[in-house]
């Protein structure tokens, strides 16, 4: 005998799924509303907090809302059955209620040392809040990707990567500080303990005199520098087993005299210069120099009657 479509529709399929396949639906969806899905029935109660990838979005919660979403971080991370496995933690958040925020991401942070996260992403801090707890970060050994974005937080900031990282399974890295300032040698030290970087991005760091970096395994590379300072001078980068570059150096180059790149297996670059003046010609003819045996090549610069002097040189 047939089914009705009326009993069709009655069929409840959703229950029919193993646990398994429900958190890994769960797993795709933003953490407040996963967190919601405990209504829909008993079985459903505990199984957002399996999920393997949280992601903590919060944008200007006010009280008690902002309460509401702590307290909903910490039993989902804090809290959680030790059994079920925690790869992925995104942290997506706002700076209202920033004290209480930033001891919860600690509490999280710290938590996450101990059950094998792989991937961690925090964006929205003000960078002078996120200071504080970039040491807690850079002691979670089990990570292979990692993430950092802040938010604009007035005049450029000192950023003291420590010494002795152990960090010996990260593969990503993406360090995204708007007006982040560093000492000429203190992030290229940092980079080179990383031994097992491949892909690395460096976003809106501010131009020091000179900057280097070095690396035995990065393998990808996209450096963005905001030349507002009008400090940069040199830029080089020895970087033997890298394929990929994408280099940006935005505003004036004014005072750059030299642009060196070590990259014998590169095969693809993309180069982004502002405000060339014909003072950079042979510098930037010195970098076209390092990679003319790229395989491909994209070049943009500020002033297009620049680039015909540059074809002799590539």
């Not at 450029?156 to 420590?162: A, D, G, R, T, V």
């Not at 995204?176 to 203190?186: E, H, K, M, P």
Request: with cysteine; hydrophobic share 40%; proline share 4%.
């Amino acid at each position: 005998m047939a089914t009705s479509s009326t009993e069709s529709d009655a069929i409840d399929r959703l229950s029919d799924l193993p646990d398994a396949l429900l958190i890994t639906i769960i797993s795709l969806l933003s953490t407040p509303i996963a967190a919601r899905t405990s209504i829909l029935c008993r079985r459903f109660r505990h199984l957002w907090e399996a999920s393997p990838s949280l992601a903590l979005i919060s944008y200007h919660l006010r009280w008690p809302q902002s309460e509401k979403f702590i307290a909903m971080a910490e039993r989902a991370v804090l809290h959680r059955n030790p059994s079920y496995p925690f790869h992925s933690l995104s942290l997506e958040l706002s700076n209202s209620g920033r004290q209480n925020t930033i001891a919860m991401v600690s509490s999280l942070l710290a938590k996450a040392r101990s059950v094998d996260l792989r991937h961690l992403a925090i964006e929205g801090f003000y960078l002078s809040d996120l200071l504080p707890i970039l040491p807690i970060v850079f002691t979670i050994n089990s990570l292979r990707c990692l993430s950092l974005h802040s938010s604009f937080s007035g005049p450029s900031q000192k950023l003291n990567f420590p010494s002795g990282i152990n960090l010996t399974n990260l593969r990503s890295l993406t360090l995204s500080l708007i007006w982040f300032d560093t000492d000429s040698a203190d992030l290229p030290k940092f980079i080179s303990e990383l031994c097992s970087l491949e892909d690395l991005h460096l976003l809106d760091i501010i131009g020091t005199p000179g900057f280097s970096l070095s690396s035995q395994t990065i393998r990808k590379l996209k450096l963005i520098i905001n030349n507002y300072t009008l400090k940069l001078d040199i830029v080089e980068l020895s970087l033997p087993l890298l394929e990929t570059l994408h280099l940006e150096i935005r505003h004036n180059l004014e005072n750059l005299s030299h642009i060196h790149a070590k990259v014998p297996l590169l095969r693809k670059a993309v180069i982004k210069l502002g405000y060339i003046r014909e003072k950079n010609i042979s510098t930037i003819g010195g970098l076209l120099n390092c990679i003319s045996h790229v395989e491909e090549l994209s070049l943009d610069l500020e002033e297009s009657t620049v680039v015909d002097t540059l074809v002799g040189y590539y």
